[in-house]
Nanobody, 114 residues
Framework: QVRLVESGGGLVQPGGSLRLSCVAS????????MGWHRQAPGKERELLAA???????KYVDSVKGRFTISRDNAKNTVYLQMNSLKPEDTAVYYC????????WGQGTQVTVSS
């Protein structure tokens, strides 16, 4: 069973930046396409960004150009650099394989507010 631990969230003003990290246990991380997902209050959880084991990335339109997903396979870690944050980015952020088939971690809260 893969265990996921997210960190790096917090309160930030609009236009600010945050870098999220997610450490995954298990030895299949390096070959697994990973994603960052988020769930805002009252909304469904959505996949924002994905990265293959080889480093190919894909983003939803709402974060394209502002968020960057990356990974360090040696550290079993996936990152999400978030720039130009907006109030509508407020949500709990989770990492998981792109289909969300692993057990979810606790997530990390991101609040964008002045």
């Amino acid at each position: 069973q893969v265990r996921l631990v997210e960190s790096g969230g917090g309160l930030v003003q609009p236009g600010g930046s945050l870098r999220l990290s997610c450490v995954a246990s298990g030895n299949i991380f390096s070959i697994t396409a990973m994603g960052w997902h988020r769930q805002a209050p009252g909304k469904e959880r959505e996949l924002l960004a994905a990265i293959t084991g080889a480093g190919t990335t894909k983003y939803v339109d709402s974060v394209k150009g502002r968020f960057t997903i990356s990974r360090d396979n040696a550290k079993n870690t996936v990152y999400l650099q978030m720039n130009s944050l907006k109030p509508e980015d407020t949500a709990v952020y989770y990492c998981n394989e792109v289909k969300g088939s692993w057990a979810w971690g606790q997530g990390t809260q991101v609040t964008v507010s002045s």
